[in-house]
């Protein structure tokens, strides 16, 4: 260079953006980028609000997570639904499980005597299969026990119990 010519550190001081090479202007570029990210990152995080949640089983946690859910406008997807599909089918069966022990327990007769056989083919399901066990009941083998269920729910019996479920645990 030219003695009267500023030195390339001398002029990259003085003008940082018109002396880089394609390479570090492209560089350059990316971490205004990043920089950007970030700072829009900031800013969410502050905003961002966490809960923890802690309580026994069955005591609504996940229900109040699912209810802030709708509440908020994010409704649940069909994925999200068909994945919630093998918990409510066991939480159907549980509690009319515990409806029929509950009529037994509370000496409420049944309304139809019949009913006594649906009872037992409900009380004899399997809670320690696999998937039952993680509170998962597959559509198939719902569908084995829904008549029994339907016509347990019909009964006098069952409602009665039903209606007395402030005595005892019901799931919900």
């Known amino acids: 260079m030219a003695d009267f010519l500023p030195s390339?550190?001398?002029?990259?001081?003085?003008?940082?953006?018109?002396?880089?090479?394609?390479g570090e202007a492209e560089q350059q570029r990316k971490?205004?980028?990043i920089d950007k990210c970030l700072s829009r990152e900031k800013t969410?995080?502050?905003?961002?609000?966490?809960?923890l949640l802690l309580g026994a089983g069955e005591s609504g946690k996940s229900t109040f997570l699912k209810q802030m859910?709708?509440?908020?406008g994010q409704d649940f997807d069909q994925r999200a639904r068909e994945e919630f599909r093998p918990t409510?089918?066991?939480?159907?069966?549980k509690g009319?499980?515990?409806?029929?022990?509950?009529?037994?327990?509370?000496h409420i007769p049944w309304g139809d005597d019949d009913n006594q056989l649906h009872g037992d083919k409900l009380?004899?399901?399997?809670t320690r299969a696999p998937m039952a066990a993680k509170g998962m009941v597959e559509t198939g083998i719902f569908l084995q026990y829904l008549p029994a269920i339907r016509a347990l729910w019909a009964d006098s019996g069952i409602q009665h119990?039903?209606?007395?479920?402030?005595e005892f645990q019901l799931i919900s």
């Open 44 to 51: 969410y995080v502050k905003r961002l609000v966490k809960i």
């Open 8 to 22: 390339r550190s001398v002029l990259s001081v003085c003008f940082p953006g018109c002396v880089l090479t394609s």
């Open 69 to 72: 859910r709708i509440i908020h």
């Open 161 to 166: 119990a039903y209606d007395r479920r402030r």
């Open 123 to 126: 009380m004899a399901f399997d």
């Open 88 to 93: 409510i089918y066991s939480n159907v069966i």
């Open 96 to 106: 009319m499980r515990v409806l029929v022990d509950a009529r037994e327990k509370l």
């Open 31 to 33: 971490s205004k980028e």
